[in-house]
């Protein structure tokens, strides 16, 4: 084991770990406003690697620039679907919730099978294997880019979120329904915009992921069964603990993957998880009453 | 009613005729039924095997249907087995009840299993067209009939062809990397590799086994680079051979070849046309057509104007079962079972599309099936090995990335 490829590996997981947050942002967000676990989120992200792969095949534009497609593409997207299918269930019981977007994930995913084929489809483009030399460790550009994005929208929606008032009416809605309703905030539509958000993050995640990576029926859930991880391990409803928590599970599963094999460095990070919810109940950065 | 009225037309027509029905004309349809995955995760491969059948029997027909039953023609009864063995069961009994004289198909191993053994129940001729599992035709079942190479046959083939290469072009090369998918397919694959490659005096270094859904296969491409392979041999899927190729680019990791076998990508022009450049010089021990078959290239035409496909091993196999069939009816002389049976039991057939001829052990496998070593050489794959069928010269060791445009 040189240092050579412990640290191409320690990069690797870091530049992976920033994509993991970017997924788990959205759900973190969807949760923390409507106590809703959004199974269809990895299902948008299909969508979303789709999109951007048919924009670059069909049209030739660098996959980067169908960000201006994708990203208000989820959010209507995800606008939409809370208002047609989420709205009529949050007033019922947990288990029927979680039935409406656990089938609008298996409905997405089999709409996608038909159209689209089983087959794998990766996008090439010029830079797919460049990659930047620091030192004797070789960063892939494409996942570079990945993580230096997914860092990008964190750090906007977290802006938005603490600076605007539209954020901060968001951050009502979320922590004080009733009294949000009171002062004049329209709760209803507050959840419609934390769904199409959560959505366009997680469109977001998938327009970055193309490059590097393949595009089929089922990808989504390669990112977002890790990322329902990093959400709990981060704290749910937590926003920098969804960013602390992307990192450490990105790194914990690269260089667990260096000393066990195969699916087994699954088990670091479900070791972390298990270490951290046993000191911190809440998650790493939750707060109590998440 | 009409059951009633067609059997009162029936027998006022025997009568009228007033003769035995042995003695009319021999029945002018073939019943044959076909069961694959035309839906579920096995879909693409199920349809292209569905392609070659109809291709194979509209030929057929075309020229004449079967001789020795009077032209008599094949007709089709397709059923769709959804990629799930309980479903392949229930085709299999829908498809006895409907009376046909031999089922096709089924494509996969895990379906083959149980569409063999509902065969072997109501004894029905079964010809399979690509399940591999060497364990298929290993149960001393009387109406399975497997004319293409099995997996251990296809190992130990690809390996032999390694060594021959390493031979012939003195490569010098000693050790081998086995990279493969931690289930049971690429664990298996791995497991018979480990056992052969030191009869051709080659170590495994390093065996790297991975999640085949990781999102990353970075760590395993390192542990490759720090093995410093001559040889890899990934066993994976389709998407993770593909991210283990890119990785290996991206990283500069040059080996000497990355060989399979049976391999989710090198033997696929849909890889090719997935990954372009990236799939050239890798090599795939599998099935393939015999490219000095003299009626090849007309076949695979034919096909490419009814499909609009480019090549594919898997509708090529199931072509080829409509032809054994065919050629076992014109010697049963009649559309019965047990007569097909034996006569499928007694074929010896050399005029075939695949780099061997088609007879069947006692077991109803074919004891001269092989596979071809491939590899792809500027966005074409070309047979390089063994001499005797290469098209190509193998380019081996292959060039650095650094090289390659």
């Known amino acids: 084991m040189t240092v050579e490829i412990l640290a191409t590996s320690l990069a690797n997981g870091v530049m992976l770990g920033g994509l993991y947050a970017l997924v788990a942002l959205g759900l973190t967000l969807i949760f923390g406003v409507m106590r809703i676990i959004n199974f269809a989120h990895g299902s948008l992200m299909m969508l979303a690697m789709y999109a951007t792969f048919g924009l670059a095949t069909r049209t030739g534009v660098d996959p980067y620039l169908a960000l201006g497609v994708t990203v208000p593409g989820g959010f209507l997207v995800g606008w939409g679907l809370q208002r047609l299918a989420i709205a009529p269930v949050l007033g019922a019981p947990e288990h029927n919730q979680l039935l409406m977007t656990l089938g609008l994930a298996l409905f997405l995913d089999n709409l996608a099978l038909a159209l689209f084929t089983a087959d794998p489809r990766t996008l090439l483009t010029a830079y797919s294997a460049s990659t930047v030399a620091i030192g004797p460790v070789r960063l892939n550009l494409p996942r570079l880019l990945a993580f230096a994005g997914a860092l990008g929208i964190t750090a906007a929606l977290a802006a938005f979120l603490k600076l605007t008032v539209l954020g901060r009416a968001l951050r009502a809605a979320a922590e004080e329904r009733d009294g949000a309703a009171l002062v004049g905030i329209p709760v209803r539509r507050m959840y419609a915009l934390a769904f199409g958000l959560g959505s366009a993050c997680v469109a977001a995640a998938g327009t970055l992921a193309v490059p590097f990576f393949y595009v089929s029926p089922e990808v989504g859930n390669t990112f977002v069964i890790t990322a329902f991880v990093v959400v709990v391990l981060g704290g749910l409803g937590s926003f920098p603990g969804a960013l602390l928590g992307g990192l450490a599970v990105g790194v914990v599963e690269s260089l667990g993957g260096l000393f066990l094999h195969g699916s087994l460095a699954q088990i670091g990070i479900f070791l972390l998880f298990i270490l951290v919810l046993l000191a911190r109940p809440t998650g790493l950065l939750g707060a109590a009453h998440a | ?405």
């Open chain 2, 1 to 405: 009613m009409t059951s009633r009225r067609r059997f009162l037309r029936t027998v006022a027509a025997a009568a009228a005729l007033g003769v035995p029905g042995t003695l009319r004309a021999q029945p002018r349809e073939v019943l044959i039924g076909e069961t694959h995955p035309l839906t579920g995760p096995l879909a693409r491969e199920g349809n292209l095997g569905r392609q070659g059948i109809e291709l194979a029997v509209n030929e057929i027909n075309a020229a004449g249907g079967i001789q020795a039953l009077g032209g008599a023609r094949l007709r089709l009864m397709v059923l769709d087995n959804e990629s799930k063995p309980p479903v392949a069961i229930s085709t299999m009994e829908r498809l006895k009840d409907a009376g046909v004289v031999a089922v096709l198909g089924p494509y996969a191993s895990g379906l083959a299993f149980v569409t063999t053994q509902e065969a072997e129940k109501y004894r029905i001729p079964h010809v399979l067209d690509v399940a591999i599992a060497d364990q298929i035709t290993e149960r001393g079942f009387k109406y399975t009939f497997r004319f293409s190479p099995t997996a251990g046959v296809g190992a130990a083939q690809t390996v032999e062809y390694l060594g021959g290469l390493v031979k012939d072009f003195q490569l010098g090369w000693k050790r081998a990397v086995l990279v493969h998918e931690d289930g049971l397919f690429g664990k298996a694959t791995a497991d018979t590799l480990q056992k052969l490659l030191p009869t051709i005096g080659m170590d495994v270094v390093d065996r790297i086994p991975h999640n085949a859904q990781a999102p990353s296969l970075t760590n395993e491409v390192l542990k490759i680079k720090a093995a410093r392979a001559d040889v890899v041999i990934p066993s994976t899927y389709y998407p993770a051979h593909s991210l283990i190729i890119r990785t290996m680019a991206e990283q500069r990791v040059d080996v000497g070849a990355v060989l399979s076998v049976y391999g989710g990508a090198g033997s696929q022009y849909r890889f090719i046309k997935d990954v372009g450049r990236l799939a050239d010089f890798m090599l795939d021990g599998n099935h393939w057509f015999n490219p000095r078959a003299p009626r090849i290239r007309g076949v695979i035409a034919a096909f490419e104007r009814a499909y609009q496909q480019p090549f594919a091993y898997e509708w090529l196999l199931a072509y080829q079962s409509v032809w054994v069939l065919k050629d076992a009816l014109e010697r049963a002389g009649a559309p019965d079972r047990e007569r097909l049976r034996e006569a499928l039991a007694r074929t010896h057939l050399t005029d075939t599309l695949m780099p061997y001829p088609i007879a069947f052990d006692d077991k109803g496998q074919n004891p001269h099936a092989r596979v071809l070593l491939m590899q792809v050489q500027g966005g074409r794959i070309a047979v390089v090995y063994p001499p005797a069928f290469a098209e190509a010269r193998p380019v081996v060791p292959v060039p650095p990335w650094e090289k390659r445009s």
